[in-house]
């Protein structure tokens, strides 16, 4: 298993075609997006919406197998946003009836903030999670001896 860097649009496109609710054009906004391999792409994440100001990202993620969901590969994914870009928050939008993704999302860490009605149309809820720096220092950083 290894992670993909610096192939951002291409990641961004497969992670785009595999998450039924982002549009035909893809992200909008500027993006970012780190790849896990073996022969092939078997996960993705891409990092959007940032609002230095906030300290605020928005991930979103799609896979075609759990087998990337390992300790040191998810720190990595989220050393991007808390170290490297030194965000505060990192959240996520996920569609009410994935629930297999909102476990992977609680399984990685992060804690239901908010459902947003109709987000993907009309009775298409979302349901925004969140991780905040704390969080993911007690996890991965200096209060898990880490650092």
Known sequence: MRLLFGHSEQVAAWVADHIPDVGQDGFSSPVAAIGVAT?????????HDYQPKFGTIQLSMAATSPIWARRPIIHALLAYPFDQLGCFKVWTATA???????????HVGFKREA????QFGHNRHAVIMRLLRPGYLRMFGELNGQI
């Open 39 to 47: 022969d092939h792409l078997v996960a993705g994440v891409c990092y």
């Open 96 to 106: 009410l009836e994935n629930v297999k993704a909102l476990k992977v999302n609680e």
């Open 115 to 118: 459902i947003l009605a109709h």
